[in-house]
């Protein structure tokens, strides 16, 4: 089953620019479902389609946030890394960047949010080396 990892030593990828002051990502991966209740039935029943994915990745700025900035409108492959001491276990896939914000305050540092989900010619995301 493999030993759990910690958080602090992730990856993040865009292209051939790896975010170096990234300091939180997350994923979701979804299913699409269609409703096929019938009058009889006596529980909603539902069908698979398609699945989807969508995340954020945060980075410290000012180094990557031009990055961050620029990929936003564009579709590039991207790579999480849970952990760069092992580049054999990442997701990857051709991603849609949607959405660049900025925040910070006088309790703490300014980071960049960068917004994604599947892109056009994308498959979507898919895990490679997990046990």
Same mark, same amino acid.
């Given at each position: 089953? %493999?030993? #759990?990892?910690?958080?602090?030593?992730?990856? =993040?990828? =865009? %292209?051939?620019? =790896? =975010?170096?002051?990234?300091?939180?990502?997350?994923?979701?991966?979804?299913?699409?479902? +269609?409703? &096929?209740?019938?009058? &009889?039935?006596?529980?909603?029943?539902? &069908?698979?389609?398609? *699945?989807?994915?969508? $995340?954020?990745?945060?980075?410290?700025? #000012?180094?990557?946030? *031009? &990055?961050?900035?620029?990929?936003? $409108?564009?579709?590039?492959?991207?790579?999480?890394? #849970? /952990?760069?001491?092992?580049?054999? @276990?990442?997701?990857?896939? +051709?991603?849609?960047?949607?959405?660049?914000?900025?925040?910070?305050?006088?309790?703490?540092?300014?980071? @960049?949010?960068?917004?994604?989900?599947? %892109? /056009?010619?994308? /498959?979507?995301?898919?895990?490679?080396?997990?046990?």
């Amino acid at each position: 089953m %493999g030993n #759990p990892i910690h958080g602090y030593n992730g990856r =993040i990828q =865009i %292209g051939t620019d =790896i =975010i170096t002051n990234a300091n939180a990502w997350d994923l979701s991966i979804s299913l699409n479902t +269609v409703e &096929v209740t019938q009058f &009889v039935d006596a529980h909603v029943r539902n &069908v698979g389609g398609q *699945k989807a994915a969508s $995340g954020t990745l945060t980075a410290f700025q #000012p180094l990557d946030a *031009k &990055v961050l900035m620029d990929a936003q $409108g564009t579709e590039a492959r991207m790579w999480i890394y #849970p /952990s760069s001491g092992t580049l054999t @276990s990442y997701w990857y896939g +051709v991603m849609l960047f949607t959405e660049f914000s900025s925040s910070g305050s006088t309790t703490s540092a300014v980071i @960049s949010t960068l917004g994604f989900t599947n %892109g /056009s010619t994308s /498959s979507g995301i898919t895990a490679y080396g997990f046990a």
